[in-house]
Protein backbone atom coordinates (compact mmCIF):
# COMPACT_ATOMS: atom_id res chain seq x y z
CA UNK A 1 0.00 0.00 0.00
CA UNK A 2 0.95 3.55 -0.45
CA UNK A 3 2.90 5.50 2.46
CA UNK A 4 -0.19 8.01 1.97
CA UNK A 5 -2.85 5.75 3.48
CA UNK A 6 -0.86 4.27 5.90
CA UNK A 7 -2.71 4.45 9.35
CA UNK A 8 -0.54 3.46 12.44
CA UNK A 9 -2.89 2.72 15.36
CA UNK A 10 -1.91 4.22 18.32
CA UNK A 11 -2.10 2.11 21.30
CA UNK A 12 -2.84 3.23 25.07
CA UNK A 13 -1.11 1.10 28.03
CA UNK A 14 -3.53 0.04 30.91
CA UNK A 15 -1.62 -2.14 33.00
CA UNK A 16 -1.06 0.73 35.18
CA UNK A 17 -4.82 0.67 36.16
CA UNK A 18 -7.63 -0.67 34.18
CA UNK A 19 -5.62 -4.20 33.78
CA UNK A 20 -4.96 -4.74 37.32
CA UNK A 21 -8.02 -3.16 38.88
CA UNK A 22 -10.00 -5.89 36.47
CA UNK A 23 -7.72 -8.58 37.39
CA UNK A 24 -6.23 -8.00 41.14
CA UNK A 25 -8.63 -5.55 42.71
CA UNK A 26 -6.21 -2.42 42.02
CA UNK A 27 -3.80 -4.01 44.21
CA UNK A 28 -0.62 -3.02 42.10
CA UNK A 29 1.73 -0.72 44.34
CA UNK A 30 3.79 2.05 43.39
CA UNK A 31 6.73 0.50 44.47
CA UNK A 32 5.99 -2.42 42.21
CA UNK A 33 5.27 0.21 39.14
CA UNK A 34 8.30 2.66 39.36
CA UNK A 35 11.21 0.23 38.38
CA UNK A 36 9.89 -0.53 35.02
CA UNK A 37 8.69 2.67 33.83
CA UNK A 38 11.80 3.78 32.58
CA UNK A 39 11.49 0.40 29.69
CA UNK A 40 7.60 1.83 29.21
CA UNK A 41 8.57 5.10 28.52
CA UNK A 42 10.55 4.07 25.30
CA UNK A 43 7.91 2.09 24.20
CA UNK A 44 6.33 5.11 21.72
CA UNK A 45 3.04 4.33 23.65
CA UNK A 46 0.13 6.79 22.76
CA UNK A 47 -0.92 7.52 26.53
CA UNK A 48 -0.24 5.20 29.14
CA UNK A 49 -3.31 4.91 32.00
CA UNK A 50 -2.18 5.16 35.24
CA UNK A 51 -4.43 6.90 38.02
CA UNK A 52 -8.17 7.29 38.28
CA UNK A 53 -10.48 4.77 37.90
CA UNK A 54 -10.70 2.71 41.43
CA UNK A 55 -7.19 3.39 41.85
CA UNK A 56 -7.52 6.07 44.03
CA UNK A 57 -9.82 4.42 46.50
CA UNK A 58 -7.67 1.30 46.71
CA UNK A 59 -4.09 3.46 47.43
CA UNK A 60 -6.30 4.96 50.27
CA UNK A 61 -7.76 2.03 51.44
CA UNK A 62 -5.74 -0.75 50.83
CA UNK A 63 -2.63 0.12 50.42
CA UNK A 64 -2.14 2.97 52.54
CA UNK A 65 0.19 4.96 49.93
CA UNK A 66 -0.38 8.73 48.84
CA UNK A 67 -2.32 8.62 45.46
CA UNK A 68 -1.07 11.93 44.91
CA UNK A 69 2.33 10.96 45.76
CA UNK A 70 2.03 8.06 43.30
CA UNK A 71 0.82 10.45 40.55
CA UNK A 72 3.81 12.56 41.28
CA UNK A 73 6.21 9.79 41.37
CA UNK A 74 4.78 8.29 37.50
CA UNK A 75 4.89 11.50 36.30
CA UNK A 76 8.83 11.88 37.14
CA UNK A 77 9.45 8.95 35.55
CA UNK A 78 7.68 9.22 32.10
CA UNK A 79 9.30 11.83 31.08
CA UNK A 80 8.26 10.99 26.71
CA UNK A 81 4.63 9.81 27.77
CA UNK A 82 1.33 10.79 27.81
CA UNK A 83 -0.15 10.13 31.36
CA UNK A 84 -4.17 9.33 31.45
CA UNK A 85 -6.80 9.02 33.83
CA UNK A 86 -10.47 8.25 34.43
CA UNK A 87 -12.35 10.35 35.44
CA UNK A 88 -16.17 9.88 36.80
CA UNK A 89 -17.80 13.10 35.92
CA UNK A 90 -19.12 14.59 39.01
CA UNK A 91 -18.97 11.73 40.91
CA UNK A 92 -15.33 12.88 40.17
CA UNK A 93 -13.66 9.04 41.59
CA UNK A 94 -16.55 8.60 44.07
CA UNK A 95 -19.93 7.08 44.02
CA UNK A 96 -22.27 10.35 44.33
CA UNK A 97 -22.18 13.53 42.37
CA UNK A 98 -19.57 16.73 44.20
CA UNK A 99 -20.46 20.11 43.40
CA UNK A 100 -18.76 22.23 41.01
CA UNK A 101 -16.00 23.60 42.72
CA UNK A 102 -14.62 20.14 43.82
CA UNK A 103 -14.88 18.76 40.31
CA UNK A 104 -12.98 21.93 39.24
CA UNK A 105 -10.31 21.74 41.73
CA UNK A 106 -9.75 17.81 41.10
CA UNK A 107 -9.52 18.84 37.85
CA UNK A 108 -6.78 21.36 38.10
CA UNK A 109 -4.92 19.27 40.66
CA UNK A 110 -4.31 16.36 38.48
CA UNK A 111 -3.34 18.29 35.55
CA UNK A 112 -1.09 20.00 37.78
CA UNK A 113 0.32 16.75 39.72
CA UNK A 114 0.74 15.07 35.95
CA UNK A 115 -2.01 13.66 34.26
CA UNK A 116 -2.46 14.90 30.21
CA UNK A 117 -5.44 13.41 29.33
CA UNK A 118 -8.37 12.95 31.19
CA UNK A 119 -11.23 10.32 30.33
CA UNK A 120 -14.61 11.44 31.64
CA UNK A 121 -17.67 9.67 31.66
CA UNK A 122 -20.91 9.77 33.05
CA UNK A 123 -23.10 6.36 34.05
CA UNK A 124 -26.05 7.73 32.27
CA UNK A 125 -24.80 9.52 29.50
CA UNK A 126 -26.04 12.51 30.36
CA UNK A 127 -23.67 15.32 28.85
CA UNK A 128 -24.70 17.50 31.14
CA UNK A 129 -22.69 15.73 34.21
CA UNK A 130 -19.62 15.98 32.13
CA UNK A 131 -19.66 20.06 31.27
CA UNK A 132 -17.75 20.97 34.55
CA UNK A 133 -15.13 18.29 33.99
CA UNK A 134 -14.56 19.31 30.53
CA UNK A 135 -14.39 22.99 30.71
CA UNK A 136 -12.22 22.32 33.76
CA UNK A 137 -9.52 20.46 31.75
CA UNK A 138 -9.59 22.92 28.66
CA UNK A 139 -9.11 25.27 31.03
CA UNK A 140 -6.01 23.59 32.65
CA UNK A 141 -4.74 22.96 29.03
CA UNK A 142 -5.43 19.20 29.63
CA UNK A 143 -6.76 16.83 26.99
CA UNK A 144 -10.38 16.29 27.37
CA UNK A 145 -11.23 12.41 26.02
CA UNK A 146 -15.25 12.02 26.44
CA UNK A 147 -15.91 8.48 26.51
CA UNK A 148 -19.84 7.05 26.05
CA UNK A 149 -20.65 4.25 28.14
CA UNK A 150 -21.25 1.46 25.31
CA UNK A 151 -24.36 -0.43 25.40
CA UNK A 152 -27.26 -2.45 24.06
CA UNK A 153 -31.41 -1.59 24.09
CA UNK A 154 -34.17 -0.39 22.24
CA UNK A 155 -32.50 3.63 22.30
CA UNK A 156 -29.14 3.14 21.37
CA UNK A 157 -29.24 2.86 18.18
CA UNK A 158 -26.78 4.39 15.70
CA UNK A 159 -28.41 7.65 15.39
CA UNK A 160 -28.19 8.17 19.38
CA UNK A 161 -24.51 7.37 19.07
CA UNK A 162 -23.86 9.96 16.05
CA UNK A 163 -25.89 12.56 17.85
CA UNK A 164 -24.29 12.24 21.23
CA UNK A 165 -20.61 12.13 19.51
CA UNK A 166 -21.45 15.55 17.76
CA UNK A 167 -22.66 17.04 20.95
CA UNK A 168 -19.46 15.87 22.31
CA UNK A 169 -17.42 16.86 19.98
CA UNK A 170 -19.29 20.61 20.17
CA UNK A 171 -18.42 20.58 23.98
CA UNK A 172 -14.99 20.66 23.60
CA UNK A 173 -13.53 17.42 23.73
CA UNK A 174 -10.48 16.52 22.16
CA UNK A 175 -11.23 12.82 21.35
CA UNK A 176 -14.08 10.58 21.99
CA UNK A 177 -13.87 7.08 23.66
CA UNK A 178 -16.56 4.03 23.02
CA UNK A 179 -16.26 2.99 26.67
CA UNK A 180 -17.22 -0.96 26.74
CA UNK A 181 -17.29 -2.18 30.20
CA UNK A 182 -18.74 -5.10 29.45
CA UNK A 183 -17.37 -6.39 26.27
CA UNK A 184 -20.65 -6.23 24.36
CA UNK A 185 -19.36 -4.70 21.29
CA UNK A 186 -18.93 -7.59 18.87
CA UNK A 187 -16.84 -7.10 15.42
CA UNK A 188 -19.12 -6.33 12.74
CA UNK A 189 -21.47 -4.13 15.50
CA UNK A 190 -17.89 -2.59 15.52
CA UNK A 191 -17.30 -1.71 11.70
CA UNK A 192 -21.11 -0.14 11.86
CA UNK A 193 -20.44 1.84 15.08
CA UNK A 194 -16.77 3.43 14.26
CA UNK A 195 -17.83 3.84 10.97
CA UNK A 196 -21.06 5.53 11.92
CA UNK A 197 -18.77 7.93 14.32
CA UNK A 198 -16.44 8.95 11.84
CA UNK A 199 -19.16 10.48 9.68
CA UNK A 200 -20.45 12.50 12.52
CA UNK A 201 -17.70 13.83 14.16
CA UNK A 202 -13.61 14.93 13.25
CA UNK A 203 -11.83 14.37 16.67
CA UNK A 204 -10.11 11.15 17.34
CA UNK A 205 -11.39 7.97 18.07
CA UNK A 206 -10.61 5.38 21.08
CA UNK A 207 -11.81 2.13 21.68
CA UNK A 208 -11.60 0.55 24.97
CA UNK A 209 -13.00 -3.03 25.27
CA UNK A 210 -12.63 -5.44 28.03
CA UNK A 211 -11.91 -9.47 27.29
CA UNK A 212 -14.87 -10.91 29.34
CA UNK A 213 -17.43 -12.22 26.39
CA UNK A 214 -14.76 -13.18 24.51
CA UNK A 215 -14.26 -11.25 21.31
CA UNK A 216 -12.32 -8.03 22.28
CA UNK A 217 -9.29 -8.41 19.89
CA UNK A 218 -11.30 -9.29 16.45
CA UNK A 219 -13.71 -5.80 17.78
CA UNK A 220 -10.21 -4.31 17.98
CA UNK A 221 -9.75 -5.17 14.59
CA UNK A 222 -12.84 -4.48 12.29
CA UNK A 223 -12.99 -1.20 14.45
CA UNK A 224 -9.52 -0.37 13.68
CA UNK A 225 -9.89 -1.20 10.44
CA UNK A 226 -13.24 0.76 9.76
CA UNK A 227 -10.69 3.93 10.80
CA UNK A 228 -10.47 4.19 14.95
CA UNK A 229 -7.75 5.95 16.00
CA UNK A 230 -6.77 4.31 19.27
CA UNK A 231 -7.19 0.91 20.86
CA UNK A 232 -6.45 0.30 25.08
CA UNK A 233 -4.55 -2.98 25.70
CA UNK A 234 -2.45 -4.19 28.71
CA UNK A 235 0.80 -6.56 28.43
CA UNK A 236 -0.27 -10.16 28.08
CA UNK A 237 0.89 -10.79 32.26
CA UNK A 238 -2.41 -8.68 33.14
CA UNK A 239 -4.27 -8.93 29.79
CA UNK A 240 -7.40 -11.22 28.85
CA UNK A 241 -10.33 -11.86 31.27
CA UNK A 242 -12.04 -9.12 32.64
CA UNK A 243 -9.47 -6.73 31.23
CA UNK A 244 -7.88 -5.31 27.64
CA UNK A 245 -6.42 -7.64 25.35
CA UNK A 246 -2.48 -7.94 24.95
CA UNK A 247 -0.47 -5.41 24.09
CA UNK A 248 2.12 -7.71 22.46
CA UNK A 249 -0.96 -9.78 20.15
CA UNK A 250 -2.51 -6.07 18.97
CA UNK A 251 0.84 -5.20 18.07
CA UNK A 252 1.34 -8.09 16.13
CA UNK A 253 -1.79 -8.74 14.55
CA UNK A 254 -1.13 -5.18 12.44
CA UNK A 255 2.68 -6.01 11.89
CA UNK A 256 3.38 -5.17 8.10
CA UNK A 257 -0.20 -3.62 7.60
CA UNK A 258 -1.02 0.00 6.98
CA UNK A 259 -2.01 0.16 10.38
CA UNK A 260 1.27 -1.00 11.74
CA UNK A 261 1.91 0.25 15.45
CA UNK A 262 5.92 0.60 14.94
CA UNK A 263 6.55 -1.03 18.43
CA UNK A 264 8.79 -2.68 19.59
CA UNK A 265 8.29 -6.42 20.42
CA UNK A 266 11.72 -6.97 21.81
CA UNK A 267 11.17 -4.11 24.24
CA UNK A 268 7.15 -5.63 25.01
CA UNK A 269 8.77 -9.09 25.77
CA UNK A 270 11.13 -7.42 28.54
CA UNK A 271 8.38 -5.19 29.99
CA UNK A 272 6.16 -8.00 29.94
CA UNK A 273 8.81 -10.53 31.47
CA UNK A 274 8.72 -7.36 35.02
CA UNK A 275 5.14 -8.24 34.87
CA UNK A 276 4.94 -11.83 34.93
CA UNK A 277 6.19 -12.56 38.49
CA UNK A 278 3.46 -10.49 39.93
CA UNK A 279 0.75 -12.38 37.86
CA UNK A 280 2.46 -15.57 39.03
CA UNK A 281 1.93 -14.29 42.70
CA UNK A 282 -1.26 -13.12 42.56
CA UNK A 283 -2.29 -16.65 41.30
CA UNK A 284 -0.53 -18.25 44.14
CA UNK A 285 -2.35 -15.78 46.58
CA UNK A 286 -5.59 -16.48 45.30
CA UNK A 287 -5.76 -12.37 44.40
CA UNK A 288 -6.33 -13.36 40.90
CA UNK A 289 -8.99 -15.62 40.83
CA UNK A 290 -8.75 -18.05 37.66
CA UNK A 291 -12.88 -17.68 37.07
CA UNK A 292 -12.03 -14.38 35.99
CA UNK A 293 -9.50 -15.11 33.39
CA UNK A 294 -11.44 -16.99 31.03
CA UNK A 295 -14.79 -16.60 29.12
CA UNK A 296 -18.08 -15.39 30.34
CA UNK A 297 -20.82 -15.62 27.65
CA UNK A 298 -23.30 -14.66 30.36
CA UNK A 299 -21.65 -11.44 29.70
CA UNK A 300 -23.70 -11.12 26.28
CA UNK A 301 -26.64 -13.04 27.21
CA UNK A 302 -27.03 -10.68 29.87
CA UNK A 303 -25.43 -7.69 29.54
CA UNK A 304 -23.97 -7.64 32.38
CA UNK A 305 -20.54 -6.56 33.19
CA UNK A 306 -17.61 -9.31 34.32
CA UNK A 307 -17.01 -7.07 37.85
CA UNK A 308 -20.37 -7.13 38.24
CA UNK A 309 -21.39 -10.50 38.03
CA UNK A 310 -18.68 -11.34 40.72
CA UNK A 311 -20.41 -8.82 43.30
CA UNK A 312 -23.40 -11.04 42.09
CA UNK A 313 -22.39 -14.00 43.50
CA UNK A 314 -20.76 -12.74 46.68
CA UNK A 315 -23.88 -10.54 47.43
CA UNK A 316 -26.25 -13.89 47.19
CA UNK A 317 -23.14 -16.02 48.76
CA UNK A 318 -23.45 -13.69 51.88
CA UNK A 319 -26.84 -14.12 51.61
CA UNK A 320 -27.04 -17.76 51.48
CA UNK A 321 -28.45 -18.01 48.34
CA UNK A 322 -26.46 -19.07 45.50
CA UNK A 323 -29.11 -21.01 43.99
CA UNK A 324 -30.92 -17.81 42.87
CA UNK A 325 -27.85 -16.90 40.55
CA UNK A 326 -29.78 -17.62 37.25
CA UNK A 327 -32.90 -15.58 38.41
CA UNK A 328 -30.77 -12.70 39.49
CA UNK A 329 -29.26 -12.27 36.32
CA UNK A 330 -33.20 -12.59 34.27
CA UNK A 331 -34.15 -10.33 36.68
CA UNK A 332 -31.37 -7.74 35.92
CA UNK A 333 -32.55 -6.58 32.52
CA UNK A 334 -36.11 -6.10 33.68
CA UNK A 335 -34.51 -3.76 36.62
CA UNK A 336 -32.59 -2.23 34.08
CA UNK A 337 -35.49 -1.24 31.80
CA UNK A 338 -37.51 -0.39 34.73
CA UNK A 339 -34.82 2.51 35.91
CA UNK A 340 -34.63 3.68 32.44
CA UNK A 341 -32.62 1.55 30.25
CA UNK A 342 -28.87 3.27 31.49
CA UNK A 343 -25.64 2.08 30.85
CA UNK A 344 -24.28 -0.89 33.25
CA UNK A 345 -21.20 1.07 34.49
CA UNK A 346 -20.41 2.24 37.67
CA UNK A 347 -22.22 3.20 39.78
CA UNK A 348 -25.50 2.15 37.94
CA UNK A 349 -24.34 -1.36 37.55
CA UNK A 350 -24.60 -1.65 41.40
CA UNK A 351 -27.38 0.10 41.77
CA UNK A 352 -28.95 -2.13 39.14
CA UNK A 353 -27.35 -5.54 40.51
CA UNK A 354 -28.10 -4.85 43.97
CA UNK A 355 -31.90 -4.35 43.28
CA UNK A 356 -32.22 -7.25 41.14
CA UNK A 357 -30.79 -9.55 43.86
CA UNK A 358 -33.52 -7.86 46.24
CA UNK A 359 -35.96 -8.52 44.05
CA UNK A 360 -35.55 -11.89 43.44
CA UNK A 361 -34.76 -12.64 47.40
CA UNK A 362 -37.28 -10.94 48.72
CA UNK A 363 -40.20 -12.77 46.57
CA UNK A 364 -41.55 -9.04 45.52
CA UNK A 365 -40.52 -7.20 43.02
CA UNK A 366 -39.49 -3.60 44.78
CA UNK A 367 -40.92 -4.44 48.25
CA UNK A 368 -37.31 -3.83 49.50
CA UNK A 369 -35.95 -0.77 47.93
CA UNK A 370 -32.33 0.33 48.44
CA UNK A 371 -31.37 4.12 48.88
CA UNK A 372 -29.70 4.14 45.40
CA UNK A 373 -32.28 2.77 43.77
CA UNK A 374 -34.63 5.91 45.45
CA UNK A 375 -31.80 8.28 44.53
CA UNK A 376 -31.61 7.19 40.54
CA UNK A 377 -35.26 7.19 40.52
CA UNK A 378 -35.21 10.26 42.02
CA UNK A 379 -32.95 12.33 39.39
CA UNK A 380 -30.13 12.54 41.43
CA UNK A 381 -27.70 10.60 39.23
CA UNK A 382 -29.27 12.52 35.86
CA UNK A 383 -31.44 11.90 33.17
CA UNK A 384 -31.47 8.35 31.74
CA UNK A 385 -32.13 7.59 27.91
CA UNK A 386 -35.63 6.33 28.30
CA UNK A 387 -38.40 7.53 30.76
CA UNK A 388 -38.62 5.25 34.22
CA UNK A 389 -41.42 2.96 34.40
CA UNK A 390 -44.17 4.91 36.12
CA UNK A 391 -45.31 2.41 38.29
CA UNK A 392 -42.14 1.13 39.58
CA UNK A 393 -40.76 4.73 40.40
CA UNK A 394 -44.33 5.24 42.32
CA UNK A 395 -44.09 2.42 43.99
CA UNK A 396 -40.00 2.72 45.30
CA UNK A 397 -40.50 6.91 45.82
CA UNK A 398 -44.32 8.11 46.40
CA UNK A 399 -44.71 11.54 45.87
CA UNK A 400 -41.21 12.65 46.00
CA UNK A 401 -40.50 15.33 43.07
CA UNK A 402 -38.02 14.10 40.78
CA UNK A 403 -35.22 16.24 40.30
CA UNK A 404 -35.12 17.38 36.30
CA UNK A 405 -32.12 19.74 36.59
CA UNK A 406 -28.38 18.86 36.16
CA UNK A 407 -28.24 17.45 39.82
CA UNK A 408 -25.36 19.23 40.61
CA UNK A 409 -26.72 22.73 40.28
CA UNK A 410 -28.44 21.77 43.65
CA UNK A 411 -25.43 21.03 45.64
CA UNK A 412 -23.62 24.07 47.12
CA UNK A 413 -19.97 24.68 47.39
CA UNK A 414 -18.22 22.81 49.58
CA UNK A 415 -15.07 23.08 49.40
CA UNK A 416 -14.28 25.88 52.03
CA UNK A 417 -16.35 23.20 54.63
CA UNK A 418 -13.92 20.64 53.64
CA UNK A 419 -10.69 22.40 54.23
CA UNK A 420 -12.05 23.37 57.83
CA UNK A 421 -13.29 20.05 58.39
CA UNK A 422 -9.51 18.68 57.68
CA UNK A 423 -6.94 21.43 58.42
CA UNK A 424 -5.72 19.58 61.66
CA UNK A 425 -4.20 16.58 58.96
CA UNK A 426 -3.99 18.76 55.76
CA UNK A 427 0.20 18.56 54.40
CA UNK A 428 -0.63 18.89 51.34
CA UNK A 429 -3.34 21.36 49.55
CA UNK A 430 -4.63 17.69 47.65
CA UNK A 431 -5.37 16.24 50.84
CA UNK A 432 -8.99 18.30 50.75
CA UNK A 433 -9.54 16.55 47.46
CA UNK A 434 -8.79 12.57 48.61
CA UNK A 435 -11.31 13.52 51.78
CA UNK A 436 -14.00 14.83 49.64
CA UNK A 437 -14.07 12.08 48.03
CA UNK A 438 -13.44 9.67 50.41
CA UNK A 439 -14.13 11.23 53.99
CA UNK A 440 -13.62 8.24 56.54
CA UNK A 441 -11.04 6.71 54.58
CA UNK A 442 -9.04 9.71 54.07
CA UNK A 443 -9.11 10.28 57.53
CA UNK A 444 -7.89 7.04 58.18
CA UNK A 445 -5.24 7.53 55.81
CA UNK A 446 -4.23 10.45 57.20
CA UNK A 447 -3.71 9.41 60.93
CA UNK A 448 -1.50 6.52 59.55
CA UNK A 449 0.55 8.81 57.68
CA UNK A 450 0.77 10.70 60.96
CA UNK A 451 1.95 7.54 63.00
CA UNK A 452 4.53 6.57 60.05
CA UNK A 453 5.96 9.97 60.25
CA UNK A 454 5.89 10.46 64.12
CA UNK A 455 8.29 6.87 63.79
CA UNK A 456 10.47 7.97 61.73
CA UNK A 457 11.16 11.20 63.56
CA UNK A 458 11.51 9.12 66.51
CA UNK A 459 14.22 6.67 64.57
CA UNK A 460 16.11 10.27 63.63
CA UNK A 461 16.41 11.62 67.12
CA UNK A 462 17.18 8.25 68.30
CA UNK A 463 20.32 8.19 66.28
CA UNK A 464 21.37 12.04 66.63
CA UNK A 465 21.26 11.05 70.58
CA UNK A 466 23.09 8.07 70.21
CA UNK A 467 26.61 8.39 72.13
CA UNK A 468 29.54 6.35 70.47
CA UNK A 469 32.58 4.93 72.07
CA UNK A 470 35.78 7.10 72.09
Known sequence: MSEQVKKPIKITETILRDAHQSLIATRMTTEQMLPIIDKMDQVGYHAVECWGGATFDASLRFLKEDPWERLRKLRRGFKNTKLQMLFRGQNILGYNHYADDVVEYFVQKSIANGIDIIRIFDCLNDLRNLETAVKAAN???????IALSYTLGDAYTLDYWKNIAKEIEDMGAKSLCIKDMAGLLTPYKATEL??????????PIDLHTHYTSGVAAMTYMKAVEAGCDIIDTAMSPFALGTSQPATEVMVETFRGTPFDTGLDQNLLAEIADYFRPMREEALDSGL???????????TLRYQVPGGMLSNLVS??????????????????PRVRKDFGEPPLVTPSSQIVGTQAVLNVVAGERYKMVTKESKKLLSGEFGRTVKPFDPEVQKKCIGDVEPITCRPADLIEPQLEKMEADISQWKQQDEDVLSYALFPQVAVDF?????TQRTKI????????????PV
Do not use: C, P
Open 139 to 145: KENGHAQ
Open 194 to 203: VTALKKSVSI
Open 288 to 298: MNTKVLGVNIN
Open 315 to 332: QLKEMGQEDKYEKVLEEV
Open 446 to 450: FKYRE
Open 457 to 468: DSTLADKENQVY
